[in-house]
């Protein structure tokens, strides 16, 4: 079986590995308290061009958008996402457990939600006599890209970062493929775009080319005080910290985070010219590393004989759409024998 | 700087770091239900005697406590803890922040509790007639070895199980460093005897040749229902899952963990031997890796311009306990010569 | 000012307000375990015809709710609710303060959900392999009648108590408003309709003639276990639980409460026939207490001197739904003003 | 059965119940918006000479406690309340279940703990090297009078306010039975210095003449900010606040509530003098409405065949320590009839 269906199937990038390999009997303090730690931030905030802003190395994704939300809240104060956002549906229901309500905000299957959209959830919110009586809409969460692979132009972050100023939000950006984003077709927004934009986002590693590990930057210093004790509290802070500076290090060193974001986002365009080619529309328009074909039934049955990918919507009796993914271990003799295969069909 | 402050300030054994090496390109599906975490699983399960218990391998320690403490109570019951226990002292208030009280128990240096204590915490509340008024106590944690090292007999296991049984209470068994409390002089309880005595327990991974990891086994399967649900929920759910069942796979082969255990606990005694030639005293009885001397501060500073340790409590004026701490990865030249410096003094 | 705008502006029934007086130098043990609340209690249970069942007295309809549900469910479950449900919108994301997702359900101008979408609902939950990446659906929550005054039939009860039980969901019933359900045209559920078919329902004073307070019927006893705990912890236990007990006794004696009910919707049909006289068509087909006139807006100005009601939804540039509520203190002379004031308009 | 048990074990004041009966039928807005609550809060202030103040009412003790506190910390944030304080012991876990740990600091019977404490406890926070693993305290929690009837000099609030204002912690005051610690024997601290001192303090009124309610005035104007969002997510928020109003409105008016108070202790006095004049020892020293003779079982229990009182700590194995509690409602002639049945034993 050749996989497709995430890009976390397989462990880290080669010089991920050496790095930890090679620094495997190095004695560090614990916690993130090390140099590891230290220089993989610095490295970060230089590319950010956000010296003055926090970097916590995180284990997952989850962990790092309840914990951050948790920190950012008062208890009254509630999340708007997308419908389809990760922390709406994918996270078991993590930010609640916190306490905060997740205000969803109708989307297309694009997954994005509008500056306009947060303007008037906001606007009606205060404007409601009864507001009291309702969680105060106060964190504004997006994906970058979103669920669905879809990015965020630079005006549109420009256009929420401005809403949420102007309306006393809090903007942060789960940036669990963030990479793709950053160098796909059509890619338009920087790190440093991201860090002057937002108050606090996160570069995933998981799900390019580290074993695990996501980096927060949290650019609001009022956002920062306290962080770490929330961060161990909720289980967030990592004996061995180091491991995640290690590969951090190797991962902002070189452009290799953007060479393997690159790469992805190669693949995943072969793949997508050849669903176009074969006539197969595509569920939404993601120029990044997840492509999202309708196909036929009778094809994907086919096909699955011999690739795994996911399934993400039907579509009518005969069609439903799915999604595959490449990731930094995607072999280019696999993509090309699934084009032939998709080709042969 | 030779640091002996922790057991947690290096990467991993050897083995775990081949076993990782080597399956990093292999694509297995996400969230541990991928086969090396069902082999490990396995493996642990026969060494446990266990056929029927549940293994779920989460990331750290902290997390492990409080995502089976939230899962196993109801909101108002607390879990019932040494005064000096890990989650009343050491982890943020993570057990409160899900919901609960930690009813401390008072407790000696050797940080144990007994069942004598629990069945007289657990009676007084059920006779007093306001006890609705008063968390209800549910769960016994204790820690093997303890905070300072000690560890549990066979007789005190066995009794502090009775007495959660007859009084309706889970016993949950914190092991961090198990392995170390299953091979140190003295030891006389079995993995098997855990698994037969508590309902749930950790092994812990992080601190005995990992990584990162523990592998939690819940005995009690009323216990495990939905409880992949709740360790997603509080972010203790890893995307690449197979790294944990990597890592285990590996200690849990040929006798690696205890091999492992047992190397740790033979340097530390090495280290109580030197001190109680020394005629520093011990500020308690520590069998496992963790060793305890009271010495004057005069050494101490001394021995500090080339060895880190870590403080633990003041004695006198002139005199405090501090704590040396053997690793997986303590280098045998590297006691020989703090002993060697120990005597010198 | 003649007042309309809701049931609560006033203080309680001459009964209510007669027990208080009468009772208020006997003295009585504290937090509800007196002869008052067991009396009120045992009147329930009988017209419950549901002698097993479980009867706590609480201080308002937000507290049931968030504590009901916090005592119900496991941190991993979620409470399934109309979109337009009071936990769902006007409780200050109380539920969620608690740990839990509402899964709010699309719903009509009439407020309701039926089986056919619960069942929705929870297969889709159980058919998705990522199902533990999403909070669990565990629980119904209804009002009758619904935030938009409309009652679900005996037959709708049914179904959903069915599909309820078929999936292991237990089925809550906000009765804030109860009274105004089991009396209204086209009633046909009697409260042991309702002690049949849910786990829990509360039979609501506040808005129903008693200075304040909520009886929570708990039918189902396994939902029953330590529930004063959670009361306690809640802020829910009055220390003067008396006070609870003596006025639904009061409520509970001699029809008082269904009379109560019945003279609160004879007074908000003479309103609603006056509307349908004047052309104004209904928002929705509310047949209890609140009566939702779409309105032309220059003429709610010409009322909105004499009288005050709620504003409830934007139909047009130049019109909009209000609400006008009965309770069991409104003057008849008072609805008779505010009918020939429409008239003339 | 004449009882002494507690103090809330009748209704409220004649004075109290006329403020109820006499504005039953007055429409008011609801969720204490009202005229009467206006009016209520104002005359506070005033007594506080604390015109800048917010004053909320709540229903009852437990809930204004944990509802303060969930609003004044941060997740990571701990209160440190005496070891014996209602927080820690009395409340059902209600300020874990918000997600904060109770610090519980050693006391002596008196109940109370000193601003040395409070400094300890917080410089120890700060100078350990490893505070991010502990919750971090904020809040200093007191009673006035404690559980055990003592009471606060000013010169002890000062210096709590004093080292909360240095350490930058939250000062806040519960104040069930306050009005017994403004006018009993020894009492030097006004409502006006608990204004001036503390952060947050509250007005009991259950205890002391009304129905049930509780006055919460928030002097810390930071600590105000969305509260009443907060108020109205942990159910402490009333339909008909204005019942709170009235009722506060009576008390406040004419030196109600100080009457009342001087009544309850005087009767309480009375108590103490028989005690003492029996040779029975004071388990503590409350200058109160609450006493705590130490006396033989065998005259307990004959006691007991005609009063209840509440049992408190048993001191050897012939005798205990109980507790009589004066309430507003307690008669002259019952208390004379106790005394006379003592002397008689």
């Known amino acids: 079986m050749i996989r497709f269906e995430s890009d976390y199937l397989e462990g880290a990038l ?17 916690y993130g308290e090390d140099e590891y730690c230290a220089a993989a931030a610095a490295k970060i905030r230089e590319k950010c061009a956000a010296p003055g802003s926090a970097v916590h190395f995180l284990i997952g994704g989850t962990q790092v958008n309840f914990t951050f939300i948790a920190a950012a809240l008062r208890p009254h104060q509630a999340a708007i996402a997308a419908a389809s956002g990760h922390i709406a549906v994918h996270e078991s229901g993590s930010v609640e457990a916190t306490g905060h309500k997740v205000v969803a905000l109708p989307c297309g299957v694009d997954g994005k939600i509008s500056a306009a959209q947060v303007r008037e959830c906001v606007e009606a919110h205060w404007a409601d006599s ?25 005006a549109e972050l420009e256009a929420l970062s401005a809403v949420c100023r102007e309306k006393g939000l809090i903007f942060f950006v789960d940036g669990a493929r963030l990479g793709t984003a950053l160098v796909c077709p059509g890619a338009d927004a920087s790190l440093a775009d991201l860090a002057r934009l937002a108050d606090a986002f996160y570069i995933g590693g998981t799900k390019l080319g580290a074993l695990f590990g996501e980096a927060l930057v949290i650019t609001n210093p009022a956002l920062n005080r306290d962080f770490r004790y ?10 061995k910290g180091r491991l995640l500076g290690v590969q951090f290090g190797a991962l902002m060193t070189g452009g290799l985070y953007e060479r393997t974001a690159r790469r992805e986002v190669e693949l995943a365009w072969r793949l997508r010219r050849a669903f176009e080619e074969k006539g197969w529309p595509l569920y939404c328009d ?18 699955a004989e011999k690739y795994s990918f996911s399934d993400w919507a039907r579509i009518d009796e005969t069609h439903r759409a799915v999604r595959f993914c490449t990731s930094w271990a995607t072999k280019e003799e696999d993509v090309s024998a699934l084009i032939k295969d998709i080709r042969a069909l």
Chains 1, 2, 3, 4 share one sequence.
């Open 14 to 30: 080669p010089e991920v590995m050496r790095a930890l390999n090679e620094t495997n009997l190095v004695q560090t303090p614990g």
């Open 130 to 154: 009864t507001h009291e009586h309702q969680p105060q809409p106060k964190l504004v969460y997006i994906s970058q890209p979103t669920e669905n692979g879809t990015i965020y132009s630079l």
């Open 286 to 303: 993601s120029p990044t590393n997840q492509q999202f074909p309708i196909a036929p039934d009778a094809a994907l049955e086919k096909l």
């Open 230 to 239: 929330i961060e161990k509290q909720r289980g967030g802070m990592l004996a």
